[in-house]
């Protein structure tokens, strides 16, 4: 069973940072790429960066110079800095492990880490 194992969410005040961490299985590290959503309540998930295993990345617009996503493959895990966080940043944050082939695609989950920006 694929295992992705989240931290580092917490409390923040606005202009504040945190670090993401999530680790997974060797293969599937090598494998996948890794990414970051969220979802706020009463609204749907939505990307928050994605990082491949030739380390390409890709953000939101809403994160863009903000954010960093990266991954260590010595430790098979991906990191998700937020810096200037503001109040709209405010969501659970999921990791996510995604296998594409001609065949399709599979995507796997963390549990989720509740990070709140608030004064």
């Known amino acids: 069973q694929v295992q992705l194992v989240e931290s580092g969410g917490g409390l923040v005040q606005p202009g504040g940072s945190l670090r993401l961490s999530c680790a997974t299985s060797?293969?599937?590290?090598?494998?996948?790429?890794m990414g970051w959503y969220r979802q706020a309540p009463g609204k749907q998930r939505e990307l928050v960066a994605t990082?491949?295993?030739?380390?390409?990345?890709n953000y939101a617009d809403s994160v863009k110079g903000r954010f960093a996503i990266s991954r260590d493959n010595a430790k098979n895990t991906v990191y998700l800095q937020m810096n200037s966080l503001k109040p709209e940043d405010t969501a659970v944050y999921y990791c996510?492990?995604?296998?594409?082939?001609?065949?399709?695609?599979?995507?796997?989950w963390g549990q989720g880490t509740q990070v709140t920006v608030s004064s």
């Open positions: 996510n492990a995604n296998y594409s082939d001609y065949r399709g695609q599979e995507d796997y």
């Open positions: 990082i491949t295993t030739g380390n390409s990345t």
């Open positions: 060797t293969w599937i590290f090598s494998i996948c790429a």
